[in-house]
């Protein structure tokens, strides 16, 4: 027992390495293209200052430092960061901290469902459409996992909101919560009444690549060596799916969902931004948009990490589930 | 005369292909191939590597791809197999005893996979016959990948003799093995028709079926050309019918190695009549005409219209 759990923690350290080097390159490439670009963000916090003259800028200039070398800013940033400092958040003038912590609950929530809805809803369809290959219900899926894919996120949840909250009225056109009450009145109910619409949009996004995964993954199962001899011995069709085909493709439409973190993490951005859901991702266009530095930032170091823990567990997995990997880790 | 358990009458297999974009095309694997299968017997299918032999296998247990096409008749104990009945059998009365390794569910445990679906056989007769075959305790935890390869045939052939089937096909059970461990390995099978079952052998391995078979039918193109008694082989080309078959028993290391010329044709690239008549010394305008059918000689059958 004691060797498994050294050996896990031997994992654990070694991904946590791989981790704090990629988080470095990600906060190095993430401050050099801040530097190239023509945010400015002496203008976003003058903004919220009132107006000042051109002396009183160049002290603030000289305040800030956006005049030293960019080498000297970025060790200041990351000594900052090291200390657990992400700086102030221009546009809403409260610590960075605060904020990601604040609108990632709200994301989580949403990124969270849609991905188990995704998730489930994609293996079941690949399933069938693997069960009944070039069958009518296989080709009519298929068409519509490739439409789906096809189809920009922005879009279908314009559509999606047109149809289902504009027309029929059945959900509200946007944010977390009813507008009028404080966040301490709001309901669990009316938190996921708010949350349907952004999560459906998102995981109609990307059930079909899960679903088209699973198909072909049951397809190459059933066409198997081992699929031949177990019907041999007179297991059905089903009885083999139960058997030996949900066992062998269950684990890489796992991996695929654990490793679509990225594209959640990107579609939420969009999500939110259509249907005003104050989530990470319409906090991070907004520090875009608006020069916020410290706010983009550190949601960028943020999301690198959100995305490395979801590669992460599909790599971990993998060594817990499939016997040959577990073998050849030890 | 016993009964025969499994008659095979004319089988075809044919698959539908696509040569160009537009052209479709029957590429006829198996043609007119004929086999009866007796009680307490071992019968040989013997022929060259790649010619078919496997989905032999597959159209007796009625599990060829849904794109294959198939003719003719078979019978089990005299009733027409049809899918229905083939689905009835399989597993109970048909077994197959697989070539490889990637016959097992790679993620599916050896006890679990060897006991099967329905669990027809309480788990002590399965640890029994492991400790009979030699197994070492434990096999069962064991997955796919971790068993040695003799390990593995072990396990496979297991399976079949747990099974309470009459019929156990086995689809080139020898192909990686020493000596030693394929006689092992046929021993099994030559034990199981001893004990009442039949025994389908399909190898390429013609040498060890001389000495395990009762009878041996020789695969030659798609079909049988000679289904002979075992004694013949082991007596040599004057006791056997078909040109292939001397030309093959004189091609044995032991009977002088001699090479016949040219290769077997290709399905889908088969000549006119008597498939074998083009590397035939005996062929004349005559076999090029139409497949000559199977005829009784000496108590063999044969297909050759020269067969003496």
């Known amino acids: 027992m004691s060797s498994i759990s050294g050996r896990l923690l031997q994992t654990f350290l070694s991904y946590g390495v791989r981790i704090l080097l990629l988080l470095l390159v990600v906060s190095i490439i993430a401050f050099a293209l801040v530097c190239l670009s023509p945010v400015d ?15 009183q800028r160049e002290e603030l200039e000289d305040y800030w430092g956006v005049n030293d070398a960019p080498v000297e800013r970025y060790m200041n940033w990351l000594t900052a960061l090291l200390h657990g400092d992400f700086g102030v958040s221009l546009l809403y003038r409260r610590p960075v901290l605060d904020i990601i912590g604040e609108r990632f609950l709200n994301s989580i929530a949403l990124m969270f469902s849609s991905w188990l809805l995704s998730g489930v809803i994609g293996f079941t369809l690949g399933c069938l459409m693997g069960m009944y290959r070039e069958r009518m219900t296989d080709r009519i899926l298929k068409k519509i996992c490739y439409i789906l894919s096809s189809i920009p996120t922005f879009w279908l949840g314009l559509i999606l909101l047109l149809v289902f909250s504009v027309y029929l009225k059945w959900f509200p056109i946007g944010f977390s919560s009813p507008i009028g009450i404080t966040s301490s009145e709001v309901s669990l109910w ?37 699929v031949l001899f177990a019907r041999s011995r007179g297991e059905s069709r089903f009885t083999v799916l139960r058997r030996h085909g949900l066992r062998n493709i269950v684990l890489p439409a796992l991996t695929l969902q654990f490793a679509s973190f990225a594209e959640l993490f990107g579609g939420s951005v969009i999500a939110e931004n259509v249907f005003s859901y104050p989530g990470l991702g319409s906090a991070v266009s907004a520090a875009g948009l608006n020069s916020d530095v410290p706010l983009l930032l550190g949601i960028t170091i943020f999301s690198t990490l959100f995305v490395c823990i979801g590669n992460m567990i599909a790599n971990l997995l993998y060594g817990v589930v499939d016997p040959q990997i577990r073998e050849a880790q030890s | 005369m016993k009964e025969p358990l499994l008659e ?47 989905l032999l296998a597959s159209a007796i247990l009625g599990l060829l791809p849904p794109h294959a096409k198939i003719g003719g008749k078979m019978y089990y104990q ?51 016959l492991f400790e009979h ?15 040695s ?48 079952k039949a025994v389908i052998l399909i190898t390429h391995d013609i040498d060890l079926a001389f000495q395990f078979a009762d009878r041996i039918a020789v695969f030659y193109a798609g079909t049988t050309v000679e289904t002979a008694s075992s004694e013949d082989f082991r007596t040599g080309p004057s006791a056997l019918r078909h040109p292939y078959s001397k030309a093959l028993w004189n091609a044995l290391p032991q009977n002088g190695f001699v ?10 690239d088969l000549p006119q009549g008597c498939p074998f008549s083009p590397r035939c010394p005996m062929s004349t305008p005559e076999c090029q005409k139409t497949m000559p059918p199977t005829q009784k000689i000496r108590g063999g059958e044969v297909r050759c219209i020269y067969a003496t």
């Not at chain 2, 197959?96 to 788990?123: E, F, T």
């Not at chain 2, 089937?165 to 689809?171: H, R």
């Open chain 1, 41 to 55: 963000p002496i203008q976003q916090y003058i903004l919220g200052v009132g107006s000042v003259s051109a002396e």
């Open chain 1, 190 to 226: 009316q938190r996921l009444y708010h949350l349907a619409l952004p999560a459906i949009t998102l995981s109609l996004m990307s059930f079909s690549q899960i679903a088209l995964h699973t198909r072909q993954k049951l397809i190459d199962v059933m066409e198997s060596d081992y």
């Open chain 2, 8 to 54: 095979v009458v004319d089988l075809s297999v044919s698959f539908k292909m696509y040569d160009s974009l537009l052209e479709r095309k029957e590429l006829k694997v198996i043609s007119d191939l004929s086999l009866t299968l007796y009680p307490n017997e071992v019968l040989a299918v013997a022929g060259s590597s790649g010619s078919g032999k496997s």
């Open chain 2, 78 to 128: 005299g009733r027409r197999l049809t899918p229905a009945l083939q689905k009835e059998l399989r597993g109970s009365q048909l077994a197959l005893v697989p070539q490889s390794i990637s016959y097992l569910d790679p993620l599916m445990k050896i006890g679990k996979q060897v006991d099967g679906h329905k669990k027809p056989h309480p788990a002590s007769d399965r640890i029994k």
């Open chain 2, 133 to 147: 075959l030699g197994l070492p305790k434990g096999t069962e935890k064991l997955y796919p990948f971790q068993l």
């Open chain 2, 149 to 196: 390869g003799g390990m593995a045939r072990r396990v496979l052939v297991s399976t079949a003799i747990l099974s309470s089937a009459n019929i156990i096909i086995a689809d080139e059970p020898t192909p990686g093995m020493s000596l030693e461990q394929s006689i092992e390995a046929l021993s099994m099978f030559r034990q199981m028709a001893d004990s009442g």
């Open chain 2, 259 to 268: 090479p016949l010329p040219g290769f077997q044709p290709y399905a889908g």
